[in-house]
């Protein structure tokens, strides 16, 4: 699988929009980007998924760049609740390596101040 | 509520013992995932499992194994344990490969610490 860049640690503001990162200059045409997040003590649980345009799900946005280089997590108003490391993944339709395992990098921590 | 139950736990073992972690599936889940995540190496795949059988392997030590039972529950076996294999150990399940689109459902964890 194609690897992914996150920085590793953002801060936000109570009530604010949060905007999370993820460069993936490597991506190919098959490749679906998913974001998770892991909450304090819990699992990782899946936020949202997209391939070349834009998504919008419950809890978030996932804004994707037009070349597929980059994407941008988008928490519209960030809570306390939402202080959870964000992992940014690439998932392949293609190839005998694909069987839904989900590969985890380092992340990045989001840190959200009252 | 993910619909992954693991047991146990939390569980303290002293070096050099054998601990069987367990998994059950969401209902109708048959793809089973165990993860470890430890402080230092984050969130590593050990091992996949689909409708019993073994489907891919990740950074899985000799000293591990697994398997999937026919009602597709699951478990890892860690024996010979030493102090680095203290960590929490995550098992995740899909309705089938998954494969690019579909989505893992994770269970809260095993908190194994060796002594």
């Known amino acids: 699988d194609a690897k992914t860049t996150q920085p590793n640690s953002m801060e936000s503001n109570e009530e604010e929009p949060v905007h999370l990162p993820c460069n993936h200059s490597t991506i190919s045409g098959t490749d679906y980007i998913h974001w998770y997040r892991q909450l304090p003590s819990q699992g990782p649980e899946y936020v949202i998924h997209g391939l070349t345009s834009n998504v919008n799900n419950r809890m978030a946005s996932l804004a994707i760049a037009e070349d597929r280089k980059s994407s941008t997590l988008i928490l519209h108003r960030a809570t306390l609740r939402d202080a959870a490391v964000y992992y940014c993944?690439?998932?392949?339709?293609?190839?005998?390596?694909?069987?839904?395992?989900?590969?985890f990098g380092q992340g990045t921590t989001l840190q959200v101040k009252p | 509520d993910s619909g992954v139950t693991q047991t146990p736990k939390h569980l303290i073992t002293a070096t050099g013992q054998r601990v069987t972690l367990r998994c059950s599936p969401r209902s109708g889940d048959l793809s089973v995932y165990w993860y470890q995540q430890s402080l230092d190496q984050g969130l590593q795949f050990l091992i996949q499992y689909y409708n019993g059988e073994e489907r891919a392997k990740g950074n899985i030590l000799e000293r591990f194994s697994a398997q999937q039972f026919p009602d597709l529950h699951s478990e890892l076996n860690l024996s010979s344990l030493e102090l680095g294999d203290s960590a929490l150990y995550f098992c995740a399940s899909s309705v089938g490969l998954a494969v690019a689109t579909g989505e893992l459902f994770f269970g809260e964890g095993s908190r194994l610490t060796v002594l």
């Open positions: 993944i690439l998932r392949s339709l293609d190839g005998s390596s694909n069987t839904g395992k989900l590969i």
